[in-house]
């Protein structure tokens, strides 16, 4: 499993870290050793099962929005709160250029330590976020800006308190309002996509998918759960759900995957913005000569067909 094969590489690198500054023949020599077994593991990393992307998409060291946002855009402006009861922090969202063009970045933010991932709820918003979200959305459109969205969260948060402030219904208004914007929408899957709290940033003219992201109606274990009432059977949920990037572009849900570093995104992220770079200036060029209704229209299209194949 590539989670084996990650904790050994990691040992190399821990090692390969203290031989930095030792000039020494045999310290060299061992460099060299350590960099040739590297290679050799993440080579092993080409066919990965359904379950190795899953681990890999939740890994905690994988590209963040904020590290998205730093790579690829310039000037980004942050904007907060839904107008209406507070700011949820675990939506990040403002308006940045995309060279030279004006855009609104939106997605769900994780953190790389235990407090942020608190601070953030782990990526999972409530309905504030939601709603900040449709209002910075509806903000684009106005302005014709076009709209970029990260998807990474397991779901959206499913507390009594959230449902209590309407969860469901900002959900609902998310997937409603977004298939009628006349502006350009991209969605990019960055990490997990779970359940509506991820469709709710989705509906796009173009939907992106890293490599070893993964795209579905629920988590694996909630599968499990629900469908065998076992949820240790995570792993054959992983194969039966279809949720890889390579799936989901057969049937037709994705447009493009965006390849990965062998390894997985946090093995080498500058490689990956660097693909996604070119992605997202090829699809939004082509967006942009579109007409405000032959983007709703093939929006449209693009769900109601889904499906059918």
Known sequence: MIKDILRMTDALEQELATLDGVDTPQAELRRKQIERDRAELLESCTSLQ???????A???HRPKIDDYINALFTDFFVQRGDRQCKEDESILGGIAFYKGRPVTVIGHRKGN???ENMKYNFG??????????????????????PIITFI???????GMEAEMRGQGEAIARNLAEMSQLTVPVIAVVTGEGSSGGALALGVANRVLMLENAIYSVLS??????????DATRHAEACDVMKLTAQDLLGFGIIDEVIPE??????????????????ALDKNLSQLCKMSGNALTNQRHKKFRQMGQI
């Open 58 to 60: 939740r890994h905690p």
């Open 261 to 278: 570093p062998m390894g997985g995104a946090q093995a080498d992220p500058k490689s990956l913005f660097a693909c996604l770079d070119v």
């Open 113 to 115: 330590t235990l407090e």
């Open 220 to 229: 694996p274990e909630g599968f499990a759960s629900i469908l065998w009432k």
């Open 124 to 145: 999972m918003p409530g309905p504030e976020g939601y709603r900040k979200a449709l209002r910075l959305m509806k903000q684009a459109e106005k302005f014709g800006r």
């Open 152 to 158: 990474d969260t397991p779901g959206a948060y499913p």
């Open 50 to 56: 359904a379950e190795d992307k899953v681990f890999l």
